[in-house]
């Protein structure tokens, strides 16, 4: 008989950022493996039936109304889970509902909600922002207590994982991520996409720990400094903090230098990056930082935040510098500008073969064997 497994792929799709990327690069790559010992559901909303089942075919989808984040979830997914009685259940995030049946993994992107805190890292009102932050711990305590083992996306969120839960080290497990193959792909045919302006790039959301603003500080001090000014092109999620940031953009009167726009297709994107000057990104907390990996892909070069797992997953093929010093950023961007051509191909060269060294192919080998290994440990062992 054919073991189950279930996988909670609610957040497919480029409208949920970084974890539909993980969700569905993920998943795709489990599809590819011969699982003939096991039948595959995927619990999905009812928005995303057609896209999942064109690239899934050989999983089953369980459809379900609750979305992410909802107390319906906390209703609903315990007894869909309780009738289907898989063997196991991957939760692609933290969010396992806390009437979960066992056993289940889990994956930990970040903790970043027990570092940034306060009103301002959140949509939620002055009344019911406290209530949230103490369900957010309850979920993410029972997640990684319960949970048969846990997948990290980088050493140092283990690290973090481990400084904040008293649990053992090997229930944790590091299966990096990985640039999607449509980056590494030749561009030449979509200069057209990227702006004529000589630009830096940044990928990702505008929460106030990925400290964009600092970027767009450190933009203005460079083009006050030069007869060359160069632009900042802003691809961020068109959610709240987006526009805040439009808010901010005008305040510091950077409307001149700032390009903003919502996420867009891999080829555009590709095509953003590679024609950029650098991607380049101040975070002061990243859990893996995928988007200055697909930046190597795409053939440019990425600058980023020495914080958190960033010259972790770079390694030397990114140039470093302190998020809080504006200065430090501003002499990244310069060193930039002053590559000469044969450099500047040497450093995007060395990027594309780091990149090379993640696959989702392994991702998805790793995490299967991780679902093998749980089925013979004990719950929350």
Request: charged share 20%; glycine share 4%; net charge positive.
């Amino acid at each position: 008989m054919k073991k189950k497994l279930l996988l909670d792929c609610r957040f497919w799709g480029p409208s949920h950022t970084g974890l539909g990327r993980y969700t569905e690069s993920l998943t795709k790559a489990l599809h590819q493996l011969p699982l003939t010992n096991w039948q595959v559901y995927c619990l999905i909303n009812p928005g995303q039936k057609r896209s999942i089942l064109k690239a899934l075919p050989k999983f089953e989808p369980i459809l379900v109304s609750a979305r992410p984040y909802s107390f319906k979830e906390q209703r609903e997914l315990p007894g869909v889970v309780k009738r289907l009685k898989p063997d196991l259940t991957h939760y692609l995030h933290f969010n396992v509902p806390l009437f979960s049946p066992q056993p289940f993994v889990v994956t930990i992107h970040d903790l970043i909600k027990h570092h940034s805190k306060g009103f301002n890292t959140t949509t939620r009102t002055i009344f019911t922002y406290p209530f949230k932050r103490l369900g957010y711990h309850a979920v993410v305590s029972r997640a990684v207590k319960s949970a048969r083992l846990i997948i990290a996306p980088s050493a140092w969120v283990k690290k973090d994982i481990l400084a904040h839960y008293k649990l053992a080290a090997a229930k944790i497990k590091v299966v990096a991520e990985a640039a999607a193959s449509a980056y590494f792909k030749s561009t030449s045919a979509d200069k057209k996409l990227a702006p004529k302006e000589p630009y830096f790039i940044y990928v990702g959301n505008a929460y106030p720990h990925k400290n964009v603003l600092q970027l767009i500080k450190a933009m203005q001090v460079y083009n006050h400094s030069t007869s060359k000014p160069v632009k900042l092109v802003i691809i961020t999620a068109k959610d709240f903090f987006y526009q805040q940031l439009r808010l901010k953009i005008r305040e510091l009167k950077a409307q001149n230098l700032v390009l903003i726009q919502g996420f867009t297709s891999d080829r555009e994107l590709r095509a953003l990056l590679h024609y950029s000057l650098a991607f380049i990104t101040a975070s002061k907390f990243e859990g893996f930082g995928l988007p200055g990996l697909e930046a190597m892909a795409a053939g440019t070069l990425t600058l980023a935040s020495n914080r958190t797992s960033l010259p972790e997953v770079y390694g030397e093929s990114a140039w470093y510098f302190n998020p809080d010093k504006p200065d430090e950023i501003v002499r990244a961007i310069t060193r930039v500008i002053k590559l000469t051509r044969s450099q500047r191909l040497r450093r995007i060269s060395l990027g594309r073969k780091h990149a090379k060294k993640f696959s989702w192919n392994e991702a998805a080998r790793q995490t299967f064997q991780i679902y093998e290994t749980s089925l013979n440990l004990r719950s929350g062992q």
